[in-house]
């Protein structure tokens, strides 16, 4: 049996606790600060980055579209990518979850409870109990009252305020730089031997995005450069016949310009559950009940909305929906790089052009044209 000795931070407490927001800001301050780590939602809520990022209608549109229930088979699926994780990770898995979801907790290695209520406090170190974990912290969130510290050692306690929804009233306080600097101190692993371990494994060439990033003389530095500009400067990359494994944590729009640079050769990207994914190789099934396409057409431009009512999609479940006419193509939808650069590659010998819908910033960014 092998075990994975990397650290895996489950996310605990009640609805509203503040854990959305809380992990979203853990992770971004972790990113700045050049530590290597993921955000793992292993909820089924429609919840994302996105989510706290973009027009605050649009996103709610979205979620509601790709918020589901809980199934056992995304649960076992949520259980092996947290266990076979090639990251740390911070892992939220809702406010609510069931004796089946605890399951989760058990591949996981320290907990951080958020809490609003004392009784709720007590009721959460009881679905603690017994799983294993080490408690790193247990602070009472309140929106607009107080933060501070009540004690350091051996499990940081206090209270933690200013986990807004709405940025403008979002505020870090000393409880979550306390804490923030004891998550450092456990993910402190070398991101070079990290990034070399991923990269062993690569079936092509590889491009990191911090390559690309200085080829096209970007700055880096702290992974935050893209920007839809970028890919007018994508023409400036020769294209290796060999192929292409693109290795990074760019947004999908950039992985999907960067294979349709590189079509009809072969490429590959990265993914938390399944390593290096060769594009050309996700098998193509008919229709079944892990995804499905909305496909509208309006002025020429045809817009492909993918849903996943279970809440994610296993690789070896995926299929294409049919072609289009040509003209425009916009794509859609909560899936993964692998999944948008496969659906781009079906589509792009009949379109004109190609766009990516960024909820982020509710408009369309063409990757190809």
């Not at 979205?62 to 994780?85: D, P």
């Not at 709720?120 to 912290?137: F, M, N, S, Y």
């Not at 938390?272 to 229709?287: E, F, Q």
């Not at 993918?306 to 909560?334: M, Q």
Request: charged share 20%; with cysteine.
């Amino acid at each position: 049996m092998r075990i994975n000795l990397l650290p895996a931070i489950v996310l605990a407490g009640p609805p509203h606790s503040g854990k959305s927001v809380f992990g979203y800001l853990l992770a971004n301050q972790l990113k700045e600060l050049g530590i290597q780590s993921y955000l793992l939602r292993a909820v089924p809520d429609g919840e994302g980055n996105w989510f706290l990022e973009g027009d605050r209608q649009v996103v709610l549109s979205l979620r509601m579209k790709h918020k589901t229930g809980y199934s056992r088979n995304f649960v076992e699926h949520m259980h092996g990518v947290i266990a076979n994780r090639p990251l740390p990770l911070i892992v939220d898995i809702g406010g609510l979850p069931n004796h089946q979801q605890i399951q989760m907790l058990q591949a996981c290695t320290h907990s951080i409870l958020l809490y609003r209520e004392i009784q709720e406090l007590l009721d959460w170190r009881i679905r603690l109990e017994g799983v294993g974990l080490l408690p790193l912290a247990e602070l009472q969130s309140n929106q607009a009252g107080e933060d501070g510290i009540i004690e350091h050692s051996p499990i940081l306690r206090g209270f933690i305020s200013g986990l807004e929804r709405d940025p403008a009233l979002r505020t870090i306080g000393p409880a979550f730089l306390a804490l923030l600097d004891r998550v450092c101190g456990i993910f402190a692993y070398d991101p070079q031997q990290l990034e070399d371990i991923h990269l062993q494994g690569a079936p092509f060439p590889v491009m990191t995005e911090s390559e690309l990033a200085q080829r096209l003389g970007l700055p880096g530095g702290s992974g935050m450069w893209w920007e839809p500009v970028s890919l007018q400067k994508l023409d400036r990359i020769d294209v290796n016949p060999n192929g292409c494994a693109f290795y990074g944590r760019g947004p999908v729009w950039l992985t999907a310009a960067m294979a349709a640079r590189w079509f009809p050769y072969p490429f590959a990207v990265f993914d938390l559950r399944y390593g290096w994914v060769p594009i050309a190789s996700i098998p193509v099934n008919k229709r079944n009940d892990q995804i499905e396409y909305e496909l509208i057409t309006k002025a020429g431009v045809t817009w492909v909305e993918a849903r996943l009512p279970n809440s994610f999609i296993d690789i070896h479940e995926f299929y294409l929906p049919p072609p289009t006419g040509g003209g425009g193509l916009v794509l859609s939808g909560k899936l993964p790089k692998w999944a948008f650069t496969r659906l781009m590659q079906h589509y792009l010998p009949d379109c004109s052009w190609i766009g990516v819908l960024d909820a982020a910033r509710s408009r369309v960014i063409v990757v190809f044209s």
